[in-house]
């Protein structure tokens, strides 16, 4: 690829820069600093305000009133449907010390009916999120937790380990697509700029359910023997009946794309879908289907590698979130307590996972780096568990834990935010979307069974160096796709005006599966 041409014109008032060719981006960087700064709305006016795109980094008044009624109508909605669908998915860990005895599972028995819920949600995942595309996703999302609620309640009439197998199959195809397709939807309403933070405030539900759902199922484990049922069954069936009331809701309340938002008026609507549409996403809702387009995408190594990655995250995320309240237990803690102190792990996730969110869209073009970066935190966390599980200290085995938990759930949302920055169609996102969380998923039985099979402190080594397997393929990434790739940099050093700051522009690349970006540096050097 030939190099972009700009021209520099350092004699006139003040500094101004033509791109020859088309549209770029640029952003400001402080002599002697490595902090980065994103520049304010405006025209090319002034050192402190120089932009290209005015609703690249800031949206005007209008846009933020927009938003913020999109946000507040659909964000908060979301949320509570995916605290049920993780609730529905986890409460078997909650149930395990109970349900174990009273059926007789052995720790594989428990394992292997745990990932079991993975085998159907990984086969139907793609299948599911191009059906979503198909017959809109109000529809189809209603359709997902409705039959998934009405499975949840059958669990609570389980009396053999091979029930309890064939209904958590059940319950994975049930739920299959309901997470890629929502990240899917969300590509509709924001721009890539917003995403992590937006994922992250959706996918922090699951953290939620994690902290209240060891409290609500301390509460509903109490019913045990009232109307003849032990407490697990109530756990299964209390937790199940809101799924379906909510799937059914779903129906009537949720819009389906921008231009077809009931709430929204015309003017609204187009200011929306133009917001969005920068190129690296769909920014509405195309029914038809294209078979080259979903081949294309099933067979784009760099989807696989960063399924890969998603696979790295989620191997440690699910193996310690379904032996959560067991390996509490096993530090000493009653059934009943471990469940309570489960809950403030996941409030700690919480917290970090919107942080580190945050920060992965202030530095939206080096997301591998910081995706990377956190791999490496999560893997030093778990390294320090295995020292905290060796010492015996219940204190430092608490907290190692709650480290090393926030980091891994950390990973989830700059990670899907990065395979939505990279997918240009909506038939290419679904299929996208769907294959990365489906290969991810295989954690969900993978995990468990490393725990079950090596024991906690040989498997929590094993996390501590798949997370370090997750960085290295990261960088790896990152340095393949948008350096050994054909890509160009070129350094241009003109005289400088005094007090001038040097520029750092990146331009986007036409890349039709993911997004890469060569930088055209231009440096002031003062005479």
Sequence with gaps: MAPRVFRLASDAPEPSITDLDGEFEMTEKKPRHRSWKKLSCGAFSSPSSWTLFPDENYATEEEKTVMRKITFRLLPFLCFLYFLCFLDRSNVANAHDSMGIDLGLSDTDYSN?????????????????????????????????????????????ITSLEGLMISRFLL?????????????YLTFWYPSRERASIIAIFFISSTLSGFLGGIFSYLILQLDGVGGLEGWRWLFLLEGIPTVAAGISVWFYLPDSPDTCPWLSPTERSMVMQRVHDGSAAHSLDHSISK????????NNKVWVIAFIYLCI???AYGVTFFLPAMLNAFGHTGVL?????????????????????????????????????????????FCLVGALVSGSAVLQYLSIMVATSFTWALVAP?????????KSTTASATGIALVVSVGNAGGYLGPTVL???????????MGFVMLVGAVTTVAARWIYESVLPQTASVVRRPSLKGQRSLLMKQRLPDPDLEAFTGVVIEHEDP
């Design 415 to 423: 990670l899907n935010a990065w395979i939505t920055d990279s997918l």
């Design 292 to 299: 080259t387009e979903i081949i294309t995408t099933l067979t």
């Design 338 to 382: 471990a469940n309570l102190l489960s809950s403030p792990i996941y409030l700690c996730s919480l917290v970090v996972a919107l942080y580190v969110s945050y920060q992965s869209d202030q530095r939206r073009h080096d997301r591998p780096f910081h995706i990377a970066l956190i791999f490496a935190l999560a893997a030093v966390s778990y």
């Design 172 to 184: 994975g195809v049930m739920e299959a697509g309901f997470y890629p397709g929502i990240i899917f």
């Design 452 to 462: 079950s099979n090596l024991g906690y402190v040989s498997g929590m080594v094993a």
């Design 314 to 316: 989620l191997i440690p």
């Design 113 to 157: 009916a745990v990932g079991i819920f993975f085998a159907g949600y990984i086969l139907f995942e793609v299948p599911s999120n191009l059906m979503l595309k198909r017959v809109t996703p109000h529809r189809w999302i209603s359709r997902i937790m409705v039959s998934w609620g009405i499975v949840c309640c059958c669990m609570a009439g």
